[in-house]
């Protein structure tokens, strides 16, 4: 476990004082020794493989981890906690029973804590040990009563032994069941583990492909950085050559941007490729949305028939000069959308045939 | 019986007259219908004679409009006819607005659709520009959405031509969530840049699904609207200090956009903050914001088609008759051209007079009025 992330717990937990960071454990894992800090042991996505508390004590021995920091209280099969050197002590030697309630127990059967309450560390115990055993599917009924009468059956069985009401008839039916359709329980956990492959395996594809595409992207960027200083270079390399300036930027423009917009459509043309394949596999009807087009309209301006002079002699617009100008500037108005609609109307006007046949 | 006349009986006598749909201070809409062809349609009929000085300035602004303008994504006025002293203009017949999708929590917007959107609304106001008009009340409200899912702006009872250069303009237009600063600040000079504040509202209302600056009052909008975006620098907004109503609101930090719209791709927010803009000169236009990489960025906009539609109000189960459910569906189309025009149809001139400012209360009775409507 990383330092980061022992130190992300106990700062999460809430329950310590201090994490003492000086007796914390660096070995790995696999023997986890709880160090001066509480809440539990994390895993590496964060959440408690091994809960433990500060006023955590052993109910046998009556060891309390302030005594002890490295103490770890696992829990029976009975539910019942106790300290490893208890187990140690009581059950290295074979099976014996439980000082608490009596039920014969082994060392190899205790577990790590997950949860604070010990409740729900049986329900969830028990639900886990029920769900492999009755792992039937929709698909193995023929109506839908017949499978909401099964889950139905299913929590009964479950109830029962969270609650411990009945439990051996109860054990009795699990046996009657897992006898009764071991080969259709194997064919489902088989099911199962292909399923979560799956899963796995698109999800490690989705992933990799977006590595790959933002690989890519860095790689473009990277060429573009490269490519805009080799044009700098030689930009300064034909101006030192003694060449018109304005005539070198502008074609340095035009290349960079020719190089811009080739690039934007390769990108575009792999997130939509990218995209289609998702799609398809999620067997979605796709109905084309076409590209973006600026214009839809074929309405014709007469743009192409005059040319608008930045400045005109224009009494009318004498008011938007000097100080009004800056008003203007200010709300955005701009005299030469005045002056560019008057050349339109009379361009536009040009073209109108007169009218015929009106009194004179 | 001259010609003039008998061409107007004729055009009269085209449509008939349904069902009356709704009533605003300015203008009755009927549910009607093309003889000929059967195709349904909206009539308003304008009420002359109330005001003492003719036909109210709104109805003249969308005749004289709505008539220059004929375009996928704006209204199409069909035919405009009168009946003894009223006025009578034949719309286009639409389902539902933009804001009842927005609303509409059952609705869930991809990216694509607001692109969509976004798409039809730059469009259509690009063409309204391009031909040198300025909306000057654009809301969601007013974007209409055919049954095809075609959006098509509506309500030109604001809009007017582009100023001649002595002319000033008023500031007491567009309501009040979508106004830009510079009217807040009583500009008289401003162009097509406002119209663009409002679409960038807009933009951000589909994205958050909520009005993205609600002020309660127009001191309020300015301070809302600083708050969101901070408070412009003199750099930023060159002039904003020597406005008309220019008054000190307030130092607010700038906060990112990314900070509030999260979900939004890196293009959205750049679109996003170029339409919010505080300098209108430097506010991108519909145009520039049409050739936007956003739009080029996959996904590809919705088609039309394809979009998200408003549930019909009255459900299956309930007995409610037809044609009182497309009574309802057209109310909510024209509503923009029957609640609303209260306050518009008192300060539609362009006068020395200023017109008195929006009402909250305006809005709120628009839209709790349309709910009453609408629920059977």
């Known amino acids: 476990m990383s330092r980061q992330s022992i130190l992300r717990a106990s700062t999460t937990s809430g329950r310590i004082a201090t994490p003492n960071v000086g007796s914390r454990s660096t070995g790995p894992s696999a023997a986890p020794t709880i160090g001066g800090f509480y809440g539990g042991l994390r895993d590496d996505t964060g959440k408690i493989s091994e809960y433990s508390a500060k006023d955590d004590q052993c109910p046998i021995c009556k060891t309390e981890r302030y005594f002890n920091q490295k103490m770890r209280l696992l829990v029976s099969t009975c539910y019942h906690k106790m300290c490893d050197s208890c187990i140690e002590r009581l059950y290295s030697l074979g099976p014996a029973p439980c000082p608490i309630c009596g039920k014969t127990l082994r060392k190899m059967g205790f577990m790590t804590q997950t949860f604070e309450d010990l409740a729900v560390e049986k329900d969830v115990f028990i639900r886990r040990r029920i769900a492999k055993e009755f792992n039937k599917r929709r698909e193995n009924f023929s109506s839908d009563k017949e499978y909401n009468d099964y889950l139905e059956d299913v929590e009964d069985i479950t109830f029962n032994l969270i609650n411990e009401v009945d439990v051996e008839k109860t054990e009795a039916r699990i046996a009657a069941h897992r006898e009764e359709n071991a080969a259709l329980i194997e064919l489902n956990i088989q099911r199962e583990e292909r399923d979560v492959m799956a899963a796995q395996e698109e999800e490690e594809r989705e992933r990799q492909e977006k590595l790959e595409r933002a690989k890519e992207i860095r790689r473009e960027e990277e060429l573009e950085r490269a490519e805009r200083a080799k044009e700098s270079q030689r930009i300064l390399e034909e101006l030192a050559r003694g060449k018109d300036a304005k005539q070198v930027v502008a074609q340095s423009r035009e290349a960079t941007a020719k190089r811009e917009a080739k690039r934007l459509a390769e990108r575009n043309a792999a997130i939509m490729a990218t995209m289609a394949s998702t799609n398809k596999r999620r067997g979605e009807a796709l109905i084309p949305d076409p590209p973006h087009k600026p214009l839809a309209d074929d309405w014709y301006d007469y743009g192409d028939k005059y040319v608008l002079r930045r400045d005109y002699d224009d009494a009318v617009s004498e008011l938007v000069r000097g100080d009004m100008e800056r008003l203007a500037l200010a709300g955005g108005y701009r005299v030469e959308d005045a002056w560019n609609r008057a050349v339109r109307y009379a361009v536009a006007g040009l073209e109108t045939t007169p009218l015929v046949g009106l009194p004179s | ?376």
């Open chain 2, 1 to 376: 019986m001259d010609a003039v006349e008998k061409a107007n009986l004729s055009t009269s006598q085209k449509y008939s007259k349904e069902v009356k749909v709704g009533e605003g201070a300015y203008a009755v809409v009927y549910k009607g219908r093309e003889i000929a062809t059967g195709r349904q349609v909206a009539i308003k009929k304008i009420k002359v004679g109330q005001f003492k000085d003719g036909l109210d300035m709104s109805a003249v602004r969308e005749v004289k409009y709505l008539r220059e303008l004929q375009h996928d994504n704006v209204i199409a006025l069909l035919d405009v006819f009168s009946s003894k002293t009223n006025l009578n203009l034949v719309l286009e017949f639409l389902d539902a607005d933009l804001e009842i999708i927005i609303k509409d929590r059952s609705n869930v917007f991809q990216p694509a659709d607001i692109k969509s959107w976004m798409v039809m609304t730059l469009r259509g106001l690009e063409f309204c520009h391009r031909n040198f008009i300025l909306h000057r009340d654009l809301k969601p409200n007013n974007l209409l959405l055919a049954s095809d899912g075609q959006l098509k702006i509506a309500d030109f009872g604001l809009a007017r031509d582009f100023a001649d250069p002595n002319v000033k303009m008023t500031s007491q237009v567009i309501t009040r969530w979508y106004r830009p600063p510079e009217l807040l600040f009583g500009c008289r000079f401003y162009g097509p840049g406002s119209d663009m504040w409002s679409v960038g509202c807009i933009f951000a209302e589909l994205m958050l699904r909520t009005p993205y600056l609600p002020g309660e009052s127009d001191m309020d909008q300015l301070k809302v609207i600083f708050r969101a975006l901070g408070t412009p620098t003199e750099d930023e907004w060159p002039g904003y200090t020597s406005l008309p109503d220019y008054m000190v609101v307030g130092q607010y930090p700038k906060t990112p956009l990314r900070d509030l719209f999260t979900a939004a791709s890196t293009e959205a927010i750049s679109l996003l903050a170029k339409l919010l803009a505080y300098a209108p000169g430097k506010r991108i236009s519909a145009k520039e914001a049409l050739h936007h990489a956003y739009f080029f960025q996959p996904p590809n906009p919705t088609h039309h088609s394809k979009l998200p539609k408003s549930k019909p109000a009255a459900s299956q189960e309930n007995d409610t008759p037809a044609d009182k459910k497309a009574q309802n569906e057209l109310y909510d189309s024209l509503k923009g051209g029957t609640g609303t025009r209260k306050r518009k149809s008192s300060m539609g001139h362009e006068g020395p007079g200023r017109p008195p400012p929006l009402r909250h209360g305006d809005m709120a009775s628009t839209v709790t009025g349309s709910s009453s409507l609408r629920s059977p």
